[in-house]
């Protein structure tokens, strides 16, 4: 069962999210943060939260900044952005008394994830499901155009049949981020999923991720499965591996 809410981003304007709550026993929460573009509705997204509510996990997954049912323009958001609404949702969940235990992200949500966990209220676990190891990994899905918006400042960029504006203080940010030290600084358990022939995001960013990262830390091959896990079963059994991973990191705080 699927609950529509929403939320104030931390830049001011709503996000719009899903919460799958489980039919019987719940075990525990989570967040899930989508890919680049991606929405709260993409496959990766509902089908990993839909296979953990089935669990016992509910599942709180919101649309990014301008994308989807979400208010605001996504070029007004950046990593930084998309790390400290990771951080509002996750306060959202504690205020209506469901607080998140572990944060789930797919993508350069993983990234994000990483980066939001230290200050995310509840969490205590953390899932990254072909993630990039350095964030800056995204800028060949607008490099076309890269140099128009370092030099006019903003360009218009085409992406699954929409157009976004992409902003010069975007990609500023991007750069910036430095998820090295978030994983090293992380004292979290770590899940990473990755596949070994992820053509998107390839299969080294999740070696860098497990060797930066500290114990506890472990790693799953998603053999057979492609980047976006459009494919039959493929989100679903990562969501099945994460709920058995994520057993001991639920319930009571």
């Not at 998603?222 to 079963?233: I, K, Q, R, V, W």
């Amino acid at each position: 069962m699927a609950e529509r809410v929403m939320f104030p981003s931390s830049t001011g304007p709503m996000l719009a999210g899903s919460i799958e709550v489980p039919d019987g026993p719940i075990r525990g929460w989570g967040v899930f943060s989508h890919g680049f573009t991606l929405g709260k509705d993409s496959p990766a997204a509902s089908r990993i939260c839909k296979q953990l509510a089935s669990d016992g996990i509910g599942m709180l997954r919101f649309d990014a900044l301008g994308l989807g049912g979400s208010e605001g323009d996504w070029g007004d958001g950046s990593f930084t952005v998309k790390v400290n609404d990771i951080i509002a949702a996750c306060t959202f969940m504690a205020e209506r008394g469901t607080p998140a235990d572990i944060l789930i992200g797919h993508s350069f949500g993983g990234a994000a994830v990483i980066a939001a966990a230290r200050q995310a209220p509840g969490v205590r676990a953390v899932v990254t499901v072909g993630a990039p190891f350095d964030p800056t990994h995204v800028e060949h899905q607008y490099e076309a155009v890269i140099e128009c918006v370092l030099a006019e400042g903003t360009g218009e960029w085409m992406v699954g049949g929409k157009t976004l504006t992409l902003k010069r203080a975007f990609v500023e940010d991007v750069r910036a981020a430095d998820l090295q030290d978030k994983i090293k600084a992380l004292k979290m358990p770590l899940l990473i999923l990755h596949s070994p022939t992820d053509n998107t995001v390839g299969i080294k960013n999740a070696s860098d991720i497990f060797w930066t990262a500290r114990h506890p830390r472990s790693f799953v091959s998603l053999e057979g499965s492609e980047h976006l896990l459009t494919g039959p079963g493929q989100a679903r059994r990562a969501g099945r591996i994460i709920g058995a991973w994520a057993d001991a990191y639920l319930g009571e705080h």
